[in-house]
Nanobody
């Protein structure tokens, strides 16, 4: 079973940038859909950005133009570049992958999460 491990979280001031990485223990080619989710305190986990195996991406409206998701199958890694960070971006960010082409279906894996805190 492929494991997903996030890194790159931390504390940053508003307007700053972070790049999150999700490293897989094996090939990610079998994950047709991979994504970053986040969960803020007292809120439900929400989809931030998703990417299909062919490269098509989708983003939550709140992060469009500021975040960029990418995947590198050769490096077995998914990235989330976060620019112009806002305090409302604060939360635990999780990497996710599924053999299906959308979340909630197929065989899926979650990373352990990494904390992102944006100060005002």
């Amino acid at each position: 079973q492929v494991q997903l491990v996030e890194s790159g979280g931390g504390l940053v001031q508003a307007g700053g940038s972070l790049r999150l990485s999700c490293a897989a223990s094996g090939s990610i080619s079998g994950f047709n859909f991979m994504a970053w989710y986040r969960q803020a305190p007292e809120k439900q986990r929400e989809l931030v950005a998703g990417i299909l195996s062919g490269g098509r991406t989708n983003y939550a409206d709140s992060v469009k133009g500021r975040f960029t998701i990418s995947r590198d199958n050769a490096k077995k890694t998914v990235y989330l570049q976060m620019d112009s960070l806002k305090p409302e971006d604060t939360g635990v960010y999780y990497c996710y992958g599924t053999t299906a082409n959308s979340p909630g279906w197929g065989t899926s894996r979650w990373g352990q999460g990494t904390q992102v805190t944006v100060s005002s």
